[in-house]
C-alpha cells in the first residue's frame, strides 16, 4: 500500500484547508485510513481523524472534533481532511497511514499502522 499526502500550506488563524490522501495498491474492506500530526519539537503523532474503508465510519481526535471533518471518495482511493477554524496549535506535519483493521480503539494508535505516507507540513500563522 502507498499513501501519498498533499494539500498543506500556510494558512492565517480562522481559516481551512483540505488535506488529500491518495491510497494505491492493495486495500482491504477492514482496513480503515487514519491521520495524524506531529507537531515541532513534540515526540510521537497526535491522533487526529480515521476513517473505515468498506462503512465510512469516522473517529476524531478529542483536539479537532468539530472542527475537522474526514471523508474518502472510494472510487478515486483518496481520503480527505477538511480543516476548518485552524490555530496556531494545529501547526505540523500532517500524515495519512493504513490500518488493516475498523477497529476504532485500534485507529487511535500510530504503532498499529503499518503503512505511511511521507506527510504535508500544515503551518498556521496567528
Known amino acids: 500500500v502507498q499513501l501519498v499526502e498533499s494539500g498543506g500550506g500556510l494558512v492565517q488563524a480562522g481559516g481551512s484547508l483540505r488535506l488529500s490522501c491518495a491510497v494505491s495498491?492493495?486495500?482491504?474492506?477492514?482496513?480503515?485510513i487514519g491521520w495524524f500530526r506531529q507537531a515541532p519539537g513534540k515526540e510521537g503523532r497526535e491522533f487526529v481523524a480515521?476513517?473505515?474503508?468498506?462503512?465510512?465510519?469516522?473517529f476524531y481526535g478529542d483536539a479537532v472534533s468539530g472542527r475537522f471533518a474526514i471523508t474518502k471518495d472510494g472510487v478515486k482511493k483518496e481520503v480527505y481532511l477538511q480543516m476548518n477554524n485552524l490555530n496556531p496549535e494545529d501547526t505540523a506535519v500532517y500524515f495519512c497511514?493504513?490500518?488493516?483493521?475498523?477497529?476504532?480503539?485500534?485507529?487511535?494508535?500510530?504503532?498499529?499502522?503499518?503503512?505511511w505516507g511521507e506527510g504535508t507540513q500544515v503551518t498556521v500563522s496567528s
Open positions: 497511514g493504513s490500518i488493516p483493521t475498523s477497529s476504532e480503539r485500534a485507529c487511535r494508535l500510530p504503532d498499529k499502522y503499518d503503512y
Open positions: 495498491g492493495r486495500t482491504v474492506s477492514s482496513a480503515s
Open positions: 480515521a476513517i473505515t474503508w468498506s462503512r465510512g465510519f469516522k
